[in-house]
C-alpha cells in the first residue's frame, strides 16, 4: 500500500522560504510520477507542482520561478522548495502519487499525504 508521509510545514514571514518533504512507501519510488498540491479554507484543492519518473517538472503559473520540485530516489522523498513566500502561498500542502506524466491537474493522481500547514503572515 502506498504510503506518503508530508513533513517541513510552518509559520514564516512574506519573503521567507520552506522546504516541504513527502517521504514515501510501499511502491516503485523511482518509477512514480508525483506531485504537490495546495488547499486554503474555503477554496479547492490546486495543483502546485509536478515531477515525473523522468524528471520532467510542471508548474503552477502561480509560483513558477519560485518554488522548485525535485526528488531523491535513493531516499524515497519528494521536495518542494519554496522561496519568496508570499501570505496568498497559506494553506495546506498535500504531497501526491500516482500520475502518468508532470501534470499538476489533480485527477491524474490516486494516492495522497494527510498534508503539512503553511502558514505566511505579511
Known amino acids: 500500500q502506498v504510503q506518503l508521509v508530508e513533513s517541513g510545514g510552518g509559520s514564516v514571514q512574506a519573503g521567507g522560504s520552506l522546504r516541504l518533504s513527502c517521504a514515501a512507501s510501499?511502491?516503485?519510488?523511482?518509477?512514480?510520477?508525483m506531485g504537490w498540491f495546495h488547499q486554503a479554507p474555503g477554496k479547492e484543492r490546486e495543483g502546485v507542482a509536478a515531477?515525473?519518473?523522468?524528471?520532467?517538472?510542471s508548474y503552477a503559473d502561480s509560483v513558477k520561478g519560485r518554488f522548485t520540485i525535485s526528488k531523491d530516489n535513493a531516499k524515497n522523498t519528494l521536495y518542494l522548495q519554496m522561496n519568496s513566500l508570499k501570505p496568498e502561498d497559506t494553506a495546506m500542502y498535500y504531497c501526491?502519487?500516482?500520475?502518468?506524466?508532470?501534470?499538476?491537474?489533480?485527477?491524474?493522481?490516486?494516492?495522497w499525504g494527510q498534508g503539512t500547514q503553511v502558514t505566511v503572515s505579511s
Open positions: 510501499g511502491y516503485t519510488y523511482s518509477g512514480y510520477c
Open positions: 515531477i515525473d519518473s523522468h524528471g520532467s517538472t
Open positions: 501526491a502519487a500516482g500520475c502518468r506524466i508532470a501534470t499538476t491537474d489533480i485527477v491524474s493522481f490516486g494516492y
